[in-house]
Nanobody, 128 residues
Framework: QEPLLESGGGLVQAGDPLRLSCAAS????????VGWFRQAPGKERKAISC???????YDADSVKARFTISRDNAKNTVYLEMNSLNSEDTGIYYC??????????????????????WGQGTQVTVSS
């Protein structure tokens, strides 16, 4: 069983909302920081939203004010609420978890940060 499982992706129209889930199994997310990453077609995978174990968040400029990351430790799940989607949001969305040793901004911005667990990704396609 995969340690992290993303769900909620699909095909939506521009302007529609979508919520992604990242469910952990085999370990507790309580003390882990989690990041959501996006890999657009032909581009590198990049972090877009991160949340630490205390609930502090960081969002990349490309999604700020449109996406909201949150966590429900009781459900061992992290969410990504996406609003005002546009074609540039198309891509594969991954979640990843790591021990909470970096600042929430550093874990999102520093490409040298190593995550402990990864999901297999979920496809989001935004049709304009």
């Amino acid at each position: 069983q995969e340690p992290l499982l993303e769900s909620g992706g699909g095909l939506v129209q521009a302007g529609d909302p979508l919520r992604l889930s990242c469910a952990a199994s085999g370990f507790s997310l309580d003390y882990y920081a989690v990041g959501w990453f996006r890999q657009a077609p032909g581009k590198e995978r990049k972090a877009i939203s991160c949340i630490n174990s205390e609930g502090s968040t960081y969002d990349a400029d490309s999604v700020k004010a449109r996406f909201t990351i949150s966590r429900d430790n009781a459900k061992n799940t992290v969410y990504l609420e996406m609003n005002s989607l546009n074609s540039e949001d198309t891509g594969i969305y991954y979640c990843a978890a790591m021990a909470d040793i970096w600042t929430v901004q550093e874990m999102c911005v520093n490409t040298a940060v190593v995550y402990d667990y990864w999901g297999q990704g979920t496809q989001v396609t935004v049709s304009s």
